[in-house]
């Protein structure tokens, strides 16, 4: 049975899973044997059950060939561990035995995952002559006695984290975060995902006694990454439009050995920042100052060039009692730019940085919402709808400034009613204040169109409360004030 933390809406489960316990066991079964010697000795065991089947049933054996020919014929990288994520990938996407079937369209699974969708076939034949479920049945209580050891700690790091952020885990409705354990890999590996609103972290335990005492041998530190991602994405998410004056540090960044995906997105950028300076300043004791400004310089070297700009400011986020979501805003509005890209500037930049652990499911997703302004812009309002729309049916980014772009889009089409329901609904969705105060203006433009000044004259108060800061909402709005709102003459 899965463990759940959160008592609220949002489930924090910690469980197993026959489908990813029988993808690895195939590979185990074709030469997957990374670490094997410092793992669980359920591994060795599940082997050697398999084994023993294999040597009793030649349809067993014929059934392992095929998985081993398919496997085989896919190697992604001479990297073990790197074969063995794609398939990890996929097996978080398959539905459970006995037919292990993809739940999406091949082109709608992550990159690395559809590369390999046909791994289902050749598995589903394996799992039922190898007889995987008898052999998954036997190894149960392994299975619980390993969720057991990680009980305790999980509960810690989510209720030190929650305090720490002052922001409970169920605030985002609709997210979850699951964390998956299993013996068939290396114990020195650890998988983790972000697929747009699930987040996954798939753990290989150590041995017993290895495990009983030390956080890193129970990878809570690789735990703790991914679930700070999962509370701070949303909040980049919700604030672009504050993320995007950012983008200017992208700049400093290109010679810096980042992955790079960091290097063209700047949300990802900030909040890797954000989450390394937050990690950084949870680490060890009061007394280990020196450690953490050692820890802040690596990361800026790194190419992280946020990090001491933001350790810097939950630094003075402890002692306020306002919670995460409500400093935020303050956190990027206070960054003074051309004093962050000087301090890039003049950076040594390191020659290698660590792999970022929590990998997207679909990077090009995330800029998805941009490419849909962009199309908008260019006179391509189909366009910009359709991404718009596949943002909020799959529920890609900042759902508000999906429903702003479907606005808009109703507004190029002369769709007054379309354009007035979906600027309320993404003030509801949405807390940038860019799509807050252009929200309001064009409510207050299209009651003046219907001589409904009063409303009108509500909503352009509405859009200086909201983005008031913002000199061109702040302009339109006092504009709508001042007078009724007339549509451009058409020209003669």
Same mark, same amino acid.
């Given at each position: 049975?899965?463990?759940?933390?959160?008592?609220?809406?949002?489930?924090?489960?910690?469980?197993?899973?026959?489908?990813?316990?029988?993808?690895?066991?195939?590979?185990?079964?074709?030469?997957?044997?990374?670490?094997?010697?410092?793992?669980?000795?359920?591994?060795?065991?599940?082997? +050697?059950?398999?084994?023993?089947?294999?040597?009793?049933?030649?349809? &067993?054996?014929?059934?392992?060939?095929?998985?081993?020919?398919?496997?085989?014929?896919?190697?992604?990288?001479?990297?073990?561990?790197?074969?063995?994520?794609?398939?990890?990938?996929?097996?978080?996407?398959?539905?459970?035995?006995?037919?292990?079937?993809?739940?999406?369209?091949?082109?709608?699974?992550?990159?690395?995952?559809?590369?390999?969708?046909?791994?289902?076939?050749?598995?589903?034949?394996?799992?039922?002559?190898?007889?995987?479920?008898?052999?998954?049945?036997?190894?149960?209580?392994?299975?619980? &006695? &390993?969720?057991?050891?990680?009980?305790?700690?999980?509960?810690?790091?989510?209720?030190?984290?929650?305090?720490?952020?002052?922001?409970?885990?169920?605030?985002?409705?609709?997210?979850?975060?699951?964390?998956?354990?299993?013996?068939?890999?290396?114990?020195?590996?650890?998988?983790?995902?972000?697929?747009?609103?699930?987040?996954?972290?798939?753990?290989?335990?150590?041995?017993?006694?290895?495990?009983? &005492?030390?956080?890193?041998?129970?990878?809570?530190?690789?735990?703790?990454?991914?679930?700070?991602?999962?509370?701070?994405?949303?909040?980049?998410?919700?604030?672009?439009?504050?993320?995007?004056?950012?983008?200017?540090?992208?700049?400093?960044?290109?010679?810096?050995?980042?992955?790079?995906?960091?290097?063209?997105?700047? +949300?990802?950028?900030?909040?890797?920042?954000?989450?390394?300076?937050?990690?950084?300043?949870?680490?060890?004791?009061?007394?280990?100052?020196? $450690? @953490?400004?050692?820890?802040?310089?690596?990361?800026?070297?790194?190419?992280?060039?946020?990090?001491?700009?933001?350790?810097?400011?939950?630094?003075?986020?402890?002692?306020?009692?306002?919670?995460?979501?409500?400093?935020? +805003?303050?956190?990027?509005?206070?960054?003074?730019?051309?004093?962050?890209?000087?301090?890039?500037?003049?950076?040594?930049?390191?020659?290698?940085?660590?792999?970022?652990?929590?990998?997207?499911? @679909?990077?090009?997703?995330?800029?998805?919402?941009?490419?849909?302004?962009?199309?908008?812009?260019?006179?391509?309002?189909?366009?910009?709808?359709?991404?718009?729309? $596949?943002?909020?049916?799959?529920?890609?980014?900042?759902?508000?400034?999906?429903?702003?772009?479907?606005?808009?889009?109703?507004?190029?089409?002369?769709?007054?009613?379309?354009?007035?329901?979906?600027?309320?609904?993404?003030?509801?969705?949405?807390?940038?204040?860019?799509?807050?105060?252009?929200?309001?203006?064009?409510?207050?433009?299209?009651?003046? $169109?219907?001589?409904?000044?009063?409303?009108?004259?509500?909503?352009?108060?509405?859009?200086?409360?909201?983005?008031?800061?913002?000199?061109?909402?702040?302009?339109?709005?006092?504009?709508?004030?001042?007078?009724?709102?007339?549509?451009?003459?058409?020209?003669?």
């Amino acid at each position: 049975m899965p463990f759940c933390l959160a008592q609220n809406q949002i489930p924090i489960t910690l469980d197993s899973s026959e489908t990813i316990f029988s993808v690895l066991t195939a590979l185990n079964a074709c030469g997957y044997d990374q670490d094997l010697a410092i793992s669980d000795a359920t591994r060795s065991n599940v082997r +050697s059950e398999v084994q023993r089947v294999l040597h009793d049933s030649a349809e &067993a054996e014929a059934a392992r060939a095929a998985v081993c020919d398919y496997y085989q014929n896919h190697v992604a990288s001479k990297d073990a561990n790197r074969n063995l994520s794609q398939y990890i990938s996929l097996a978080l996407y398959m539905d459970g035995p006995p037919h292990f079937m993809p739940r999406l369209k091949v082109d709608e699974l992550p990159p690395d995952a559809a590369l390999i969708a046909p791994f289902g076939t050749v598995l589903e034949r394996f799992y039922e002559k190898a007889d995987l479920h008898a052999i998954w049945e036997r190894h149960r209580k392994d299975y619980a &006695a &390993a969720m057991n050891r990680y009980h305790e700690p999980l509960a810690k790091m989510v209720f030190d984290t929650e305090i720490y952020l002052k922001q409970p885990s169920s605030q985002y409705l609709g997210r979850t975060f699951t964390i998956y354990l299993d013996f068939m890999g290396s114990p020195n590996e650890t998988d983790a995902r972000n697929y747009g609103s699930a987040y996954y972290v798939v753990i290989f335990p150590a041995p017993p006694a290895h495990a009983g &005492a030390p956080p890193q041998a129970l990878k809570m530190d690789q735990i703790r990454h991914t679930f700070l991602h999962y509370e701070m994405d949303p909040l980049a998410e919700k604030h672009y439009s504050s993320i995007k004056r950012l983008e200017p540090l992208l700049q400093s960044v290109r010679r810096a050995p980042l992955e790079q995906s960091f290097k063209t997105d700047i +949300s990802l950028l900030v909040t890797e920042c954000l989450v390394r300076a937050i990690e950084i300043r949870t680490t060890g004791s009061k007394g280990e100052e020196a $450690m @953490r400004a050692q820890a802040v310089d690596d990361a800026v070297k790194q190419g992280y060039i946020l990090t001491r700009y933001f350790y810097n400011a939950i630094t003075a986020f402890e002692k306020d009692p306002a919670g995460i979501r409500g400093a935020y +805003s303050a956190f990027l509005d206070n960054v003074d730019l051309k004093k962050e890209e000087k301090a890039a500037s003049e950076v040594q930049f390191a020659s290698a940085a660590a792999p970022e652990l929590v990998r997207l499911s @679909r990077p090009e997703e995330r800029r998805m919402l941009v490419t849909a302004e962009k199309r908008l812009a260019a006179g391509d309002p189909k366009g910009a709808q359709e991404l718009a729309q $596949m943002a909020l049916d799959k529920k890609i980014g900042d759902q508000g400034r999906a429903l702003f772009i479907l606005a808009e889009v109703a507004v190029a089409n002369k769709n007054r009613e379309g354009a007035q329901d979906n600027f309320q609904k993404a003030i509801a969705a949405s807390s940038d204040p860019t799509v807050l105060g252009w929200s309001h203006v064009y409510l207050g433009r299209i009651l003046d $169109m219907k001589e409904d000044r009063e409303g009108a004259l509500q909503e352009y108060q509405a859009a200086l409360n909201a983005g008031g800061r913002l000199p061109e909402i702040k302009a339109a709005a006092e504009k709508g004030l001042e007078q009724a709102y007339e549509p451009p003459a058409k020209p003669q």
